[in-house]
């Protein structure tokens, strides 16, 4: 089956430096890679994600490449703020995403702290 | 609702216990999905549902855990007889046939 695997586990930068977190997956099948941000005692939340038939995508920010040949995937945040210290976890669709069906497989996430 | 809505936000039980947790999706989203994550861990996959039906529960634990949806909203995941390592948080996302899936803020499950 589908195993993402997530590195750093921990990540601490320096205000305005770039900090890049990175996921390997398995399954060949999988097609989509979303990111989420989990702040403490909240749920996740998408923050950006990326489909199989591009490399790059960017949302001010934040951008997300993806290399399908040799399966991996990684999150950019540029000029880090404060408010960007959360957990961040990756995550690919076991099997693939079709017809609604997203049974999202995670990595096991990264601690991103930006220090002022 | 604006979100996923999950009640109640934290849960003290006793082991032994049953407990249930509830999961308010957003308003049309026909999948909903229940994840847990423990203590500084990732998510792990618990169940799926498209509609009422739950054409993966392959994640469940053990048979301990159920869960159900009823017309085609509510979802309620049922945990018997809990023991000390069912203690984790339990989130729920709910997805309108897209890609993208939202989660819950999760219910906080400590078994004493």
């Known amino acids: 089956g589908e195993n993402v695997e997530q590195h750093p586990s921990t990540l601490s930068v320096q205000e305005g430096d770039s900090a890049v977190i990175k996921c390997t997956y398995s399954d060949s099948a999988s097609n989509y890679f979303p990111w989420y941000k989990q702040e403490l005692g909240k749920g996740p939340q998408l923050i950006i994600d990326?489909?199989?038939?591009?490399g790059e995508k960017k949302d001010q920010r934040i951008a997300v490449t993806l290399n399908k040949t040799a399966k991996h995937f990684s999150l950019h945040i540029t000029e880090t703020q404060p408010e960007d210290s959360a957990v961040y976890f990756c995550a690919a669709p076991k099997g693939g995403f079709s017809g609604g069906y997203n049974k999202l497989i995670f990595g096991a996430g990264t601690r991103l702290a930006v220090h002022p | 609702g604006a979100g996923v809505s999950q009640s109640p936000s934290n849960k003290v039980t006793e082991k032994g216990k049953d407990v249930e947790l509830r999961c308010d999706p957003i308003?049309?989203?026909?999948?909903l999905y229940w994840y847990r994550q423990s203590l500084g861990q990732g998510l792990e996959f618990l169940i799926y549902?498209?509609?009422?039906?739950?054409?993966?529960k392959s994640g469940l634990p053990s048979d301990r855990f159920s869960a159900e949806r009823t017309g085609g909203s509510v979802s309620t995941l049922t945990i018997q007889r809990t023991q000390q390592e069912d203690s984790a948080v339990y989130l729920c996302?709910?997805?309108?046939?897209?890609?993208?899936?939202?989660f819950g803020q999760g219910t906080r499950l400590t078994v004493v």
């Open positions: 308003s049309g989203h026909t999948a």
């Open positions: 990326i489909r199989s038939n591009v």
């Open positions: 996302a709910s997805s309108l046939g897209r890609v993208e899936a939202f």
């Open positions: 549902f498209q509609g009422n039906s739950a054409p993966d």
